[in-house]
């Protein structure tokens, strides 16, 4: 709220005032003189028996006093007093046009005939709870929703994300296990912040192996910090599909890498030999070619990626496998490959509209028996590049892969699906 003076108002303007978790307590000054002044005070019937002790307790005329918890009663009841040309006040939690009952006023009322002066929401108060900034942040609701958008959101990795629990559905539990299903616990610090406000608050921060407390308040919300993973331990990681929240990201797209259901069919169809050359082409942040890696050590490991700083992130999450590759550059293919060894094996992880020349390139270089792979996002880039395959004379098949994640709903699960990909591969034969 802080303590600005209320400024001066027509009588027939519907002041909307918000308040904090103390409620009458939290209210400035100059706000709590002005309900002395005004003919009605509208308020959640949580306050009104606090507001009514309070105004009982002061010299001067009492407002009427009547609750905002019925919409149709409330709304019934104010537009006659501001017909009337009374002076009201309306008392709502936090900003009031933040899920609050200023939407409900809006379509009332014309936009002129109200004032809005908002109190600090959940959402400020759980980073500043924390003590980071949150104008990065996205934040989404789970009140009476699919818990679908918050799968959805963090496959584009947010750098913080402000989850508005559902305590019916779940609550916080439900986030975890959204974030678990992803992958992506070790990519996030998770904290758990209940009734802001109150002098009872908590805020924790949750480790992946900690449970989520007994004693849960039903007003609570869940933020989730984007972190550098810590490094794992080589010798505990699985052999291959290791979770998507384990790699080192590019901070500009931290969510552009190929998913783990994924890159295990990639790894499949790539088809591995014991020895020889592996370029990994567009090759993200290694996830493919690093794997492959751990698979066959005796490969030799081309990666190839052309944004900027790609070569240092790809040398990080080698390090955190304790894999080595042959060779790491920074560089755009086509014109990279020239100083390349011959391949016995390509993925194709990038490209864009570059991708036909790169594959015309590759076909040139690839040796006899080899394999080269193309996951691809859409059925235009299938029909550009497969007839290249078949012109070159290569064994072509093609798979579609449409994966979905467990997520929670209710008491039960529902999957949430992940984008399709097309996947092209041919074999010289």
Not at 174 to 183: D, E, F, K, P
Not at 363 to 383: F, H, K, S, Y
Request: aromatic share 4%.
């Amino acid at each position: 709220m802080g303590s600005e003076p209320v400024p001066e108002q027509e009588s027939a303007v519907l002041e909307v005032v918000g308040t904090d978790a103390r409620g009458l307590e939290g209210l400035s000054l100059p706000w709590r003189r002005r309900l002395r002044q005004v003919d009605l005070v509208a308020a959640p019937q949580r306050l009104l028996d606090p507001l009514r002790c309070w105004l009982n307790g002061t010299p001067g005329s009492i407002p009427e006093l009547i609750p905002t918890d019925r919409p149709d009663e409330l709304l019934a009841r104010l537009r006659p007093a501001l017909a009337e040309g009374k002076q009201v006040v309306l008392l709502a939690s936090g900003d009031p046009l933040w899920f609050g009952i200023g939407r409900l006023l809006l379509q009332a009322f014309p936009t002129g005939q109200l004032r809005f002066y908002p109190a600090p929401t959940s959402l400020q108060l759980a980073f500043a709870r924390i003590g980071r900034p949150w104008q990065d942040a996205s934040w989404l609701s789970l009140h009476g929703r699919d818990p679908e958008p918050l799968a959805a959101e963090l496959q584009r990795r947010p750098a913080a994300l402000a989850v508005l629990c559902d305590p019916g559905a779940g609550g916080a539990e439900s986030v975890r296990r959204i974030l678990r299903a992803s992958g992506l616990e070790a990519a996030y610090g998770c904290w758990l912040c209940e009734r802001l406000g109150h002098p009872q608050e908590r805020v924790l921060r949750l480790a992946p192996d900690q449970p989520t407390p007994a004693d849960l308040d039903p007003l609570h919300l869940v933020l989730l910090v984007a972190e550098t993973p810590a490094a794992p331990d080589p010798a505990r990681l699985p052999l291959f599909g290791i979770d998507d929240g384990l790699w080192l990201q590019h901070p500009d797209q931290p969510g552009l890498m190929t998913k783990r259901e994924v890159r295990i069919q990639l790894l499949a169809d790539l088809d591995l030999p014991a020895a020889g050359v592996l370029w990994d082409l567009g090759a993200g942040v290694g996830s493919v070619g690093l794997e492959a890696l751990r698979l066959r050590p005796e490969l030799r490991l081309w990666a190839v990626e052309r944004r900027a700083g790609a070569a240092a992130l790809l040398a990080a999450n080698a390090a955190r496998l304790s894999v080595e590759p042959a060779g790491l550059v920074e560089a755009a293919a086509p014109a990279a490959l020239a100083q390349l060894p011959d391949p016995d094996r390509v993925l194709i992880g990038g490209g864009g509209r570059d991708r036909r020349a790169v594959l015309e390139a590759v076909l040139q270089r690839l040796r006899p028996a080899g394999v080269v792979v193309v996951p691809l996002a859409t059925l235009e880039a299938l029909a550009e590049l497969r007839p290249l395959l078949e012109t070159a004379g290569l064994q072509v098949a093609i798979r579609q892969l449409q994966v979905w994640r467990g997520a929670p709903l209710g008491d039960g699960t529902r999957l949430a699906p992940l984008n399709p990909v097309l996947v092209l591969s041919g074999r010289r034969t």
